[in-house]
């Protein structure tokens, strides 16, 4: 026993090195508008008719894809590619939302109003037009999105 231990953990620390052995490629980018703003939420989610994987959207537009965890990466393939929960909630006029009251007299709940932050032809994967083939150069797939027509 002593004397395969040095190898599986020979093998076990060169697997966490190479990725975990996993067979997923890294795979990270930028979703903006065609100005550079960026998407700011939601989840940006790669569907190849047979798996699913995703990344959540960062406030300065960032994502990595993961498949099975967080930032594993994604299996090689083709790729439709959409956008979920993509929304900011709208300013609204606090001081108008302060006197609002029921008929005794106390205080409305009021219900936050969201707007979309991309296109709804971005949100499902039977009307996106973004497409990847993974695996990509550099491991970078940036994206360009329209905004919602209003």
Partial sequence: MKRYLPVFVGMVLGMSVGGCGNGNYPLQGKITYEDGTPITAGMVNFDSGTSLSRGKIRPDGSYVVGTLKDSDGIPKGSY?????????????????????????????????AYRKLVHPKYMTTSQTPIACEVPVEKNRFNIIVEPPVY
């Fill in 80 to 112: 439709k590619v959409y956008i979920t929960g993509a929304e900011a909630a709208m300013e609204t006029d606090s001081s108008a939302n302060s006197q609002k009251v029921d008929a005794m007299g106390n205080p409305m709940a009021t219900m936050a």
